[in-house]
């Protein structure tokens, strides 16, 4: 079956850096799409970065210049670097594949 386990999520000050990481299985990982949603509380997921079989990429606005989602298909493992966080980026980190399957989530809090 399909699985998808997160790490990488932590507490960092603002202006500080992350990187999360989405191993997956039980699926042919270098033909499929891959994302990264987030959810803070009291608010809807919202699709962070993914990343196309082709490695095309797309980016919420909010993350533009500060945000770098790339993929391993070696390693069947997709990463979200996040640079320059804000405590606006606080929030539940999700991965996605193919549109329809999602990891548990890792805590990403950004506070001095």
């Known amino acids: 079956q399909v699985q998808l386990v997160e790490s990488g999520g932590g507490l960092v000050q603002p202006g500080g850096s992350l990187r999360l990481s989405c191993a997956a299985s039980?699926?042919?990982?270098?033909?499929?799409?891959m994302g990264w949603y987030r959810q803070a509380p009291g608010k809807q997921r919202e699709l962070v970065a993914e990343?196309?079989?082709?490695?095309?990429?797309n980016y919420a606005d909010s993350v533009k210049g500060r945000f770098t989602i790339s993929r391993d298909n070696a390693k069947n493992t997709v990463y979200l670097q996040m640079n320059s966080l804000k405590p606006e980026d606080t929030a539940v980190y999700y991965c996605?594949?193919?549109?329809?399957?999602w990891g548990q989530g890792t805590q990403v809090t950004v506070s001095s």
């Open positions: 996605n594949a193919k549109g329809s399957y």
């Open positions: 039980g699926f042919t990982f270098r033909i499929s799409a």
């Open positions: 990343i196309s079989r082709y490695a095309r990429t």
